[in-house]
């Protein structure tokens, strides 16, 4: 048998460490805000402040919009509209050096939206072996699959959509299911189609009274089958059988007052955490506990928060705190189990983009693009403000330790092993 030398077993043990820290650094970010939508990366690798001169590189898009950039592998995803031209775009972009892979156009109608909405504003999905983009209009929407090269494989006709203020949900796909929330002003429904033909696997269908744009997530409690979570602004928070598409449970608290649900679902343990408001008008973040017993499912409001908490950007769990980033530049500190605060400050600032968080630090981009950075600790520290130079309302996104930032017209790339 042969023995390793010293320095041998020194080489092998740094390589494992070299490994270890690169499956880290390699996490994918295939779907608005993440991993099941929790916004976290533990990248150790994109700074805390940078200059002009620290980008990897930059990328004028075609266009414009508000979508968030996905990754697989060394491939980027990202929508995009030229609103002159009436045309959409899906590209797919390198991330070592932001050169364009392909680029597929869609033809569109302009539809009523809200000012501050765009016509790519939805992020897509990928998995694997395929992207997954969803278009909505008022004349007609569909989810398209490609495969990463570019190709089409299927398309899913959607109807049409209707709401003034524009589209902004995004898909899922959870394990060979892509799912849509497509909750409107006429006819709604949730839908899981197969990721490989798009034939429906399931489809569950809403009262439509009220658009929302959440993005639901997966719940998996401990010995119980997974559930799709959706938050709606007159339903409240709905539980569905991922594989059967049955509502499992719903739980209305967010009321009837003047409102809609735009921040997306996360995930505490066993809490489920919603939100849902108005600009003008009541606001909540409530968590709940589904329990399931003999005769069905019990569920528990744990907690409410309803002052200074956000409408449009999402909530963040970090290490049993929950961080809530408000529109208006008031960020919350609280333990996320029962909801008690520990620190709030005032920042300043118009968010539209949500927060996430990248190893212990919080990021989210104010409108007119600067990106403020604290720590995601029990003491407030504000540690940078770094100015993208362009409006944004968009979410960054992490993978393979480099923060992607998309604001209106450019992708901007920062961070990395160099």
């Not at 010995?223 to 739980?251: C, L, P, Y």
């Not at 343990?269 to 973040?285: C, P, Q, W």
């Amino acid at each position: 048998m042969k023995i390793a030398r010293p320095e041998s077993k020194a080489v092998f043990c740094y390589c494992l460490l070299a490994c270890f820290f690169n499956v880290i650094n390699a996490q994918e970010w295939t779907r608005f805000r993440g991993p099941n939508g929790s916004g976290v990366s533990e990248a150790t690798t994109v700074p805390v402040q940078w200059s002009d001169a620290d980008y990897n590189w930059k990328k004028r898009l075609p266009g414009g919009g508000h979508s968030s950039p996905v990754v697989w592998g060394n491939r980027l995803f990202i929508t995009s509209a030229d609103e002159e031209k009436h045309l959409r775009f899906l590209l797919c972009i390198d991330t070592g050096d932001g050169a364009t892979i392909w680029s597929r156009e869609y033809k569109f109608t302009p539809f009523k939206k809200h000012s501050g909405n765009s016509y790519a504003t939805t992020t897509p999905v990928v998995d694997s072996e395929r992207v997954y983009v969803l278009w909505q209009s008022s004349d007609g929407s569909s989810l398209d699959a490609l495969d990463h090269d570019g190709y089409p494989v299927w398309q899913h006709d959607l109807g049409k959509y209707k709401s003034g203020h524009g589209t902004g949900s995004s898909p899922i796909v959870y394990q060979d299911m892509v799912i849509v929330d497509n909750d409107h002003d006429a006819d709604s429904f949730l839908v899981a189609l197969d990721s490989s033909t798009g034939t429906v696997r399931w489809q569950l269908p809403r009262i439509g009274d009220r658009a929302c744009y959440s993005t639901p997530c997966i719940f998996e409690p401990r010995g119980r089958d997974a559930q799709i979570i959706f938050t709606h602004s007159f339903r409240g928070i709905t539980g569905v059988d991922a594989a059967k598409g049955t509502m499992n449970w719903e739980i209305d608290v967010f009321g009837t007052h003047k409102q809609r649900a735009v921040g997306s679902p996360v995930i505490y343990n066993d809490l489920v955490i919603g939100s849902s408001g108005f600009t003008t008008a009541e606001k909540n973040v409530v968590a709940v506990q589904p329990n399931q017993t003999d005769s069905g499912h019990d569920i528990k409001e744990v907690y409410r928060l309803n002052r200074q908490v956000p409408h449009v950007p999402t909530p963040l769990v970090y290490r049993d705190r929950l961080f809530l980033w408000t529109d208006t530049g008031i960020v919350t500190c609280a333990d996320a189990s029962n909801g008690k605060q520990i620190w709030q400050k005032r920042i300043g600032g118009t968010y539209f983009g949500s927060p996430i968080c990248v190893g212990g630090r919080l990021y989210c981009v104010d409108r007119d693009g600067v990106v403020n950075v604290l720590a995601a600790t029990d003491k407030f520290e504000q540690l940078a403000s770094n100015n993208l130079g362009e409006t944004c309302r968009s979410t960054p996104t992490v993978s393979g330790g480099v923060m992607y930032l998309r604001t209106y017209s450019q992708l901007l790339s920062i961070g990395g092993t160099k």
